[in-house]
């Protein structure tokens, strides 16, 4: 079964770093962009950025540029979210998702269970 | 950066209705490159619709997505108990800046 299962929720304080994972099962997890999506507590969804494992090619929004990092092991199938100093405006749910087509940008069509971080001093 | 502004932001109807939920993005988009997702509390999102109008795998025909350009429609043909929930769109034209709408959220009238 294609899944993408992601690390265990968090409970930081703010300056804190943070690196989580989400580990590919399933498929080639070096032909499928990965991507990270935020949702904060009772809001929308945010799109972060993504990553092609086969070359750790990574893009970001704007939005994200320069708070957080993206990368991905393809040896352990495995994508990460990290930060170097968290905030509190960082709490919120975490999803990884991967996209539908080989190679190429796309929906996300395949999704992480999520991670919770929660930053509270 | 394009911005896709979903309405109505809360949709009140009864199951058996049709909803139609319209996305509109601030520069033409490829429909190539629109999405819709659903999204039920305390769930992990789930896509219905890609390219615009290509139902995703194992989603119902009562979903169909339509548009070109600036706007784009979810319709859904007959509401059941198991769709009220919200919906976002998503552009994934734009690399690095992909977008989702705010959502709309369909609920039980």
């Known amino acids: 079964e294609v899944q993408l299962v992601q690390s265990g929720a968090e409970v930081k304080k703010p300056g804190e770093s943070l690196k989580m994972s989400c580990k590919g099962f399933?498929?080639?997890?070096?032909?499928?962009?990965i991507g990270w999506v935020r949702q904060k507590p009772g809001k929308g969804l945010e799109w972060m950025g993504i990553?092609?494992?086969?070359?750790?090619?990574?893009r970001y929004s704007p939005s994200f540029q320069g708070q957080v990092t993206i990368s991905a092991d393809k040896s352990i199938s495995t994508a990460y979210l990290q930060w170097s100093s968290l905030k509190a405006s960082d709490s919120a749910m975490y999803y990884c998702a991967r996209g539908m087509i080989v190679g190429g940008f796309s929906a996300f069509n395949i999704w992480g269970q999520g991670t919770m971080v929660t930053v509270s001093s | 950066e394009i911005v896709l502004t979903q309405s109505p932001g809360t949709l009140s109807l009864s199951p058996g209705e049709r909803a139609t939920l319209s996305c509109r993005a601030s520069?033409?988009?490829?429909?190539?490159?629109l999405a819709w997702y659903q999204q039920k509390p305390g769930q992990v999102p789930r896509l219905l619709i890609y390219g615009a109008s290509s139902r995703a795998t194992g989603i119902p025909d009562r979903f169909s997505g339509s548009g070109s350009g600036t706007d784009f429609t979810l319709t859904i043909g007959r509401l059941e108990p198991e769709d009220f929930a919200v919906y976002y769109c998503?552009?994934?034209?734009?690399?690095?800046?992909?977008?989702f709408g705010q959502g709309t959220k369909v609920e039980i009238k």
């Open positions: 399933g498929y080639s997890f070096s032909t499928y962009w």
């Open positions: 990553v092609y494992p086969g070359d750790s090619d990574t």
């Open positions: 998503q552009q994934y034209a734009s690399t690095p800046s992909w977008t």
């Open positions: 520069q033409s988009v490829s429909s190539t490159f």
